[in-house]
């Protein structure tokens, strides 16, 4: 059985594991069973790719009403709920059990569950029939503008987790080596097509949450590969790219323009934060660096955690969609309380909802197994 983590903070001993078994149990019981479903069971009429092709809509397009057989148009912050969604939703259902299956078996070593865990990566990565081509040319896509763009790559910041819950099978052994090195080598695949394709490149350079969704991944799936030249390349870019996304309070201004200020900052700050683990649990500790004007990743939180302990202070607009379902367990509330020692940070993050129902809050909240991060 793998060790339980035992995470440190200034006022004692945290165990996550024994915090986090109780709430395991229930999801284990729910997964486990789970039959493997991929992409190819859901057939994309409108999209340009094949069967096998990942594929996507944007969700804030909808019909002109002035030209309703032609181009969509733009509705930042309300989601057309017409638009194709299935390919989303079965990806972030395996997305929910790998993780979930995976830090159930770290806490009790049932190898039941690291086998289910393995049965939908097979489905997803390895076998012929079933598994989802190693890039993401077709997500995003407009009707009448175009068949698939670089911001589509929010849709597998999912698979992060995905890939962190891989390695932590794979090295323990719980993987037959043809499957982890099958998986290691669709990940691979991934992230080369995320960094030497023009959509991919679109989504490094757009700026905001979509280019720190495009670092964390990357990072995550470096990590598996074993890749140390592009984990380097990520430091950089949280040294010289992410950390400049923050003004000098620790708000992010792109954030807090959309018409969903809070969840776009929080989504972010969850993310760079998740970045900020990987990249210093393989490398430099990143907790404290900070730019030459004093940009560091203990700002954003500080900022935000006033704002999440009392939402009635938050002094910007409200989002125009699911202002009343967050905050929920956030995970940068973790990941910087114990970075920086704040007991007030995991206090607010056990009370706060650890699985929310909420479609649109789970499309938000990639990271669920903190266990696997540690």
Request: charge should be negative; charged fraction near 25%.
């Amino acid at each position: 059985m793998t060790p339980q983590p035992s995470v440190a903070i200034a006022t004692g001993s945290f165990d996550l594991a024994a915090h986090e078994r109780p709430r395991l149990m229930r999801l284990a019981a729910l997964h486990r069973d789970a039959e493997p479903v991929t992409i190819t069971a859901f057939p994309a009429e409108r999209s340009a790719g094949g069967t096998h092709d990942y594929y996507s809509e944007g969700d804030y397009w909808w019909p002109n009403p002035e030209d309703p057989d032609g181009p969509y148009i733009r509705r930042d912050g309300f989601s057309n709920p017409d638009y194709f969604n299935k390919h989303r939703v079965a990806l972030r259902r395996m997305a929910i059990i790998v993780p979930a299956l995976t830090a159930a078996w770290r806490v009790t070593g049932e190898k039941a569950l690291a086998d289910a865990a393995a049965a939908h990566l097979r489905a997803w990565f390895v076998e012929p029939a079933t598994r989802m081509n190693a890039n993401l040319q077709y997500g995003q896509a407009i009707k009448g503008i175009t068949t698939g763009r670089g911001i589509g790559l929010v849709d597998t910041t999912h698979l992060a987790e995905v890939a962190v819950a891989t390695r932590a099978l794979g090295e323990a052994g719980m993987l037959d080596e043809a499957l982890y090195q099958g998986t290691i080598a669709w990940f691979r695949a991934f992230m080369t097509w995320m960094r030497t394709s023009q959509l991919g490149i679109d989504e490094r350079d757009h700026g905001n949450n979509h280019t720190t969704c495009w670092v964390l991944q990357v990072a995550a799936y470096a990590e598996l590969c074993g890749d140390v030249e592009v984990l380097a390349e990520c430091r950089e870019r949280f040294r010289n790219v992410l950390l400049r996304q923050m003004d000098e309070r620790g708000a992010f201004p792109l954030e807090l323009e959309r018409t969903k200020p809070l969840n776009y900052t929080l989504f972010n700050i969850d993310l760079m934060t998740a970045t900020c683990q990987i990249l210093s649990r393989t490398g430099e500790p990143l907790w404290h660096v900070a730019t030459e004007d004093g940009r560091c990743l203990a700002k954003p939180a500080e900022f935000l955690f006033p704002y999440l302990r009392d939402k009635s202070t938050w002094p910007y607009p409200r989002d125009v969609e699911y202002f009343d379902e967050i905050p929920v367990r956030q995970p940068f509330l973790l990941f910087a309380g114990v970075a920086y020692n704040k007991a007030e940070y995991i206090a607010l993050w056990k009370e706060l909802e650890s699985d929310p129902t909420v479609e649109e809050i789970i499309r938000n909240l990639p990271i669920r197994q903190p266990l696997l991060w540690f």
